[in-house]
T-cell receptor, first 117, second 113 residues
Framework: DVKVTQSSRYLVKRTGEKVFLECVQDMDHENMFWYRQDPGLGLRLIYFSYDVKMKEKGDIPEGYSVSREKKERFSLILESASTNQTSMYLC????????????????FGNGTRLTVT | SQQGEEDPQALSIQEGENATMNCSYKTSINNLQWYRQNSGRGLVHLILIRSNEREKHSGRLRVTLDTSKKSSSLLITASRAADTASYFCATGEALQGAQKLVFGQGTRLTINP
């Protein structure tokens, strides 16, 4: 079974701190994603990566950056945490699909609940 | 951008009954997926249906897709307490070499014993 591991389940940080959220997958997946989940808003894509050192903005990239130096690891960085970044952060990975008309299923980690005070 | 919208937002039924959740979307898709999320956990993939398919089954799950109406439904038959969770539809877009999924807001399903 694919395992996607997020380094922390719960995290409390202060406004202005630089925050690193780490995600590691063990199945050699090409694609990795960071979503945030908020009540009433569902899951929103922050950034994704389809290869090492490649990154693409999702729907809400402002205030975030990412790093993918190794295939198995995808880090989300909050440059200067703010209270509106309090949320559940979900990392996911997937295989690169053989055809562009097909989406490989996502495998999710258990999430990091971040509170910024 | 929000693509899929689930209906209803919340559903509460008795154990043993069938549960039906609906998903509507706005633009053309190449496939649609359903996921389950137990409280405080990550999402788990349930089933994928391609745009050229109309119905798909997996165990007690049945998914239909109507591309003319831009809608899908997820039916869970003979529900169990363990089916209590939130269910999300996600639509697939292919871009930039990665396949991006856009999720709806989910249906919260409660199965009462």
């Amino acid at each position: 079974d694919v395992k996607v591991t997020q380094s922390s389940r719960y995290l409390v940080k202060r406004t202005g701190e630089k925050v690193f959220l780490e995600c590691v997958q063990d199945m050699d997946h090409e694609n990795m994603f960071w979503y945030r989940q908020d009540p009433g808003l569902g899951l929103r894509l922050i950034y994704f990566s389809y290869d090492v050192k490649m990154k693409e903005k999702g729907d809400i990239p402002e205030g975030y950056s990412v790093s993918r130096e190794k295939k198995e690891r995808f880090s989300l960085i909050l440059e200067s945490a703010s209270t509106n970044q309090t949320s559940m952060y979900l990392c996911a990975s997937s295989l690169r699909a053989a055809r562009s008309s097909y989406n490989s299923p996502l495998h999710f980690g258990n999430g990091t609940r971040l509170t910024v005070t | 951008s929000q693509q899929g919208e689930e209906d209803p937002q919340a559903l509460s039924i008795q154990e043993g009954e069938n549960a039906t959740m609906n998903c509507s979307y706005k633009t053309s898709i190449n496939n649609l997926q359903w996921y389950r999320q137990n409280s405080g956990r990550g999402l788990v993939h349930l089933i994928l249906i391609r745009s050229n398919e109309r119905e798909k089954h997996s165990g007690r799950l049945r998914v239909t897709l109507d591309t003319s109406k831009k809608s899908s439904s997820l039916l869970i038959t003979a529900s169990r307490a363990a089916d209590t969770a939130s269910y999300f539809c996600a639509t697939g877009e292919a871009l930039q070499g990665a396949q991006k999924l856009v999720f709806g807001q989910g249906t919260r399903l409660t199965i009462n014993p």
